[in-house]
Nanobody, 124 residues
Framework: QVQLVESGGGLVQAGGSLRLACAASGRTFSRDAMGWFRQAPGKERDFLAGIGWSGGSVRYSDSAKDRFTISRDNAKNALYLQMNSLKPEDTAVYYC?????????????????WGQGTQVIVSS
C-alpha cells in the first residue's frame, strides 16, 4: 500500500497562488498514475488533475486546466499541484490520490489510495 501526505495548503487572497505537495511512501511510487481532487463542504470529491507514471500523460478538469499545473518527481516520490489565479470558489480540502486502476481518472471511487487532505481557503 502507498501512503500519501499532502502539504502546502493555507489561506490566500483571491488572485494568489499556492503550490501543493504530496509525499508518497510505501509501494513503488513511479509505477502509479497520480491525481489531485478537491472537496468543498457539502459537495462531492471532484477530479482536478491526473498525471501518468512517467509524467507524459496529463489530464485536467475544466475547472483546473487554465490555472492549475500538475507535476511529479519520481526521484523524490513527490506529486505537486501549482495553483494560480485562485478564486474564492477554489476553497476546499485538496487530496492527492494514487492508482486509478484504469483509464477513468475522473471517478474518485476508482482510486486506490488517498492522503488526508490539505485545506485551501481563498479569501475575496
Amino acid at each position: 500500500q502507498v501512503q500519501l501526505v499532502e502539504s502546502g495548503g493555507g489561506l490566500v487572497q483571491a488572485g494568489g497562488s499556492l503550490r501543493l505537495a504530496c509525499a508518497a511512501s510505501g509501494r513503488t511510487f513511479s509505477r502509479d498514475a497520480m491525481g489531485w481532487f478537491r472537496q468543498a463542504p457539502g459537495k462531492e470529491r471532484d477530479f482536478l488533475a491526473g498525471i501518468g507514471w512517467s509524467g507524459g500523460s496529463v489530464r485536467y478538469s475544466d475547472s483546473a486546466k487554465d490555472r492549475f499545473t500538475i507535476s511529479r518527481d519520481n526521484a523524490k516520490n513527490a506529486l505537486y499541484l501549482q495553483m494560480n489565479s485562485l478564486k474564492p470558489e477554489d476553497t476546499a480540502v485538496y487530496y492527492c490520490a494514487a492508482d486509478p486502476g484504469g483509464n477513468n481518472w475522473f471517478d474518485a471511487k476508482l482510486w486506490d489510495a488517498w492522503g488526508q487532505g490539505t485545506q485551501v481557503i481563498v479569501s475575496s
